[in-house]
């Protein structure tokens, strides 16, 4: 099972970016799905979730600024990035874990850059 996510850049400091997550359909509606990050020299974060009854949660850092949402008939996850900062700049992965389950698969990354 292999997540894709897209949509990554170079985006200017208070710019906007979208970042998808294609999920397989087998395992989307049942799975909770998370965007993480990881910057150079740093650990890999969480960014924002959301699970298939739409309830989301978002890191601190990014809150008021990142908005998650999912599609469900094209099985995608959307990571809406406003008001970018160049501290966000990072990889960003994706990741489904089916509920219930420990199984988690990861996307492959996508490279976001923030820079004048």
């Known amino acids: 099972v292999q997540l894709q996510a897209s949509g990554g850049g170079l985006v200017q400091p208070g710019g906007s970016l979208r970042l998808s997550c294609v999920t397989p359909?087998?395992?989307?509606?049942?799975?909770?799905i998370t965007w993480h990050r990881q910057a150079p020299g740093k650990q890999r974060e969480l960014v924002a979730g959301?699970?298939?009854?739409?309830?989301?949660n978002y890191a601190d850092s990014v809150k008021d600024r990142f908005t998650i949402s999912r599609d469900n008939v094209k099985s995608t996850v959307y990571l809406q990035m406003n008001r970018r900062k160049p501290e966000d700049t990072a990889v960003y992965y994706c990741?489904?874990?089916?509920?219930?389950?420990?199984?988690?698969?990861w996307g492959q990354g996508t490279l976001v850059t923030v820079s004048s």
């Open positions: 359909g087998s395992i989307f509606s049942a799975s909770y």
């Open positions: 959301i699970t298939g009854g739409l309830n989301t």
């Open positions: 990741k489904a874990q089916p509920i219930g389950t420990t199984t988690q698969y």
